[in-house]
């Protein structure tokens, strides 16, 4: 509470905190479009087997079904009458050029074979991705979804490094490293030989997922007073949304992964540049006995919010009587245990373990395969982005209005629940499912977000970084386990879609056991977070001898 006064004595929300907000959010939003970058550089084309001729072995490659009906011949055709993908005549099949012939499934599976020349890509969608590049199609098919879950997997790895060197070493250097890590491994991606080089680079690159996210949303969190940080917070939100409409956009225009992978990836080196003029958290620099980086830090920020005459009357004295008792108390560094050392501390991060794995598990369960839909692919992203848009949008009314928790736990339902009634929608009315999928999605990214806000409003600032960084683990795990799950559908078709329903309700119950923080001051120490939580038992003790005082009286008066 005496931190955020003077805050609000150097202007509260002014110039430096919109300015602070619209240039962070911008390397957030293209971060988003990393995340989601596998929809369309790993996107599957139509293909088929690569027709040749026995004998010499001479493979057609330019031998498409659009060349007539001779394909026939060599590829034998599926129920929806399109060449197979992955089988062709092990001899060509004149016979079957005459319109008159059929063929009985039996003959048809005793003359077929695997692919041995390769494949067909259709290239009207997608002029190139890394599936037709290095044929991650058929028994290599899984390699696919493999490269997705290095991608989270470099996600989770930063979430547990940047989350540690954050706390240590302030957030705006972990920031600034971020950037130009994202810069070198995004672009250098685009010119890679091979598969195997192409997941390295994607897994340093997730790394940074982790650091820019966790970093921005902390240094906006600790540079807003308690009345603003709703707002800025969800402000973070919006541009991971924006991400995903601009991503649709940017990949209409360029069809080819390499240059695609390259765009989205320069903007970054832009960012790093600029990015050497943050100022650091006051409030990391204080409680790590920096005092006069924090001073210096406050009076510029004054300086830019007009109230200069403020600022300058803020000292080290000033700071120290508003700061002595949580100073006193700060451990030098944390680790991830100590999230589990005290009762209320322990009881936040087990709720939290639970909220981020299950929100991340289901978004990114609908989010990564936009395919499934049968829609246009292009199509799809746009709508699940634009959906987005006005879920988060409520969700901050509610937020601010109603609370975190209650709003949470309300989109946690809806969207679990609109996962589960997709599945009895039938698959003819494509619109109608991806339209249901989208709302659903959009939900899951609103209780995403709130649950940004929400953990770093519940974690003091003295283990805020670490606490961060380990439930966001928590959500890369789920977004790694996710694409697995798909897996099951050829054994239990409606079973991914009931897991991928099930999880957001449980997260939602879940909720309801934390603390709400809305109107809260920021807590700064793991004293103050147990100090607070033990003011609410003995309230309800108070409560309770005061009726059975009542109770008593009034037997007595009968």
């Known amino acids: 509470m005496a931190f955020n006064d003077v805050l609000e004595s150097i202007g ?81 099949q004149w016979h079957l050029l005459n319109p008159n012939t059929t063929v009985a499934e039996n003959v048809t599976e005793k003359h077929t074979q695997p692919c041995v020349g390769g494949w067909v890509y259709d290239t009207t969608v997608f002029e190139s991705t890394i599936v037709s590049e290095w044929d991650l199609v058929c028994d290599l098919q899984t390699l696919r979804d493999v490269a997705q879950s290095i991608y989270m997997a470099g996600v989770l790895a930063g979430a547990i490094v940047f989350g540690v060197l954050s706390d240590r ?102 960012a790093f540049l600029c990015s050497w003029k943050l100022l650091e958290s006051p409030r990391w620099l204080l409680l790590h006995k920096k005092s006069h980086r924090a001073i210096r830090n406050l009076k510029k920020v004054a300086a830019i919010n007009g109230k200069t005459e403020e600022g300058e009357k803020i000292t080290q004295q000033v700071l120290n009587s508003h700061m002595q008792t949580e100073t006193s108390k700060l451990k030098s560094s944390h680790t991830i245990f100590d999230l589990f050392r ?115 409003e519940l974690y003091p600032t003295e283990i805020r970084q670490t606490g961060m960084g380990f439930v966001s683990m928590q959500a890369r795990i789920g977004a790694m386990v996710a694409p697995l799950i798909y897996m099951l559908r050829d054994s239990f078709p409606v079973l991914p879609s009931l897991i991928f329903g099930a999880a957001p309700l449980l997260a939602g119950v879940i909720t309801c056991f934390l603390t709400e923080t809305r109107h809260s001051p920021l807590l700064e120490t793991i004293a103050e977070m147990e100090q607070r939580a033990r003011k609410v038992q003995p309230l309800k003790e108070e409560e309770i001898s005061l009726q059975q005082q009542a109770t008593a009286h009034s037997k007595d008066s009968v």
């Open 169 to 270: 070493f302030g957030r705006r250097i972990p920031l600034i490293s971020s950037y130009l890590q994202i810069a070198i491994t995004g672009i250098s991606t685009a010119f890679l030989p091979s598969f195997s080089s192409y997941c390295v680079f994607r897994f340093m690159a997730g790394m940074t997922f982790s650091g820019i996210v966790l970093n921005s949303f902390s240094l906006i969190l600790e540079w807003t007073p308690t009345k603003g940080r709703t707002v800025a917070g969800a402000c973070l939100g919006y541009f991971v949304t924006f991400g995903q409409i601009i991503l649709a956009g940017v990949a209409y225009k360029i069809r080819n992964w390499r240059w695609l992978q390259f765009a989205v990836s320069v903007p970054f080196f832009i």
């Open 342 to 456: 005290t009762p209320a501390l322990r009881r936040v991060t087990c709720c939290l373990m639970v909220i981020w794995f299950s929100s991340s598990f289901s978004y990114y369960g609908l989010a990564m395969d936009v395919q499934k839909f049968g829609l246009n692919v292009y199509i799809v992203q746009m709508m699940f982005g634009a959906l987005d848009l006005p879920a988060v949008l409520l969700s901050t009314f509610t937020m601010i209005f109603v609370g975190r928790r209650v709003t949470i736990a309300g989109f946690f339902t809806v969207g679990g629940l609109m996962v589960l009634v997709n599945m009895f929608v039938p698959e003819e009315l494509q619109t109608l499912r991806t339209a249901q999928a989208a709302l659903g999605k959009g939900c899951l990214a609103s209780s995403f977000i709130g649950a940004y806000q929400y953990s770093g």
């Open 12 to 92: 509260g929300v002014g110039c430096f905190q919109i300015s602070q907000v619209l240039f962070l959010v911008i390397p957030v939003c293209l971060i988003a479009c990393h995340n989601f970058l596998q929809n369309f550089t790993a996107a599957i084309p139509d293909y088929h087997c690569k027709p040749s001729i026995q004998g010499n072995q001479t493979f057609l490659s330019n031998f498409t079904a659009e060349e007539g009906i001779l394909l026939k011949a060599f590829i034998p055709m599926g129920r929806n009458q399109k060449p197979e993908r992955c089988l062709q005549f092990a001899t060509i």
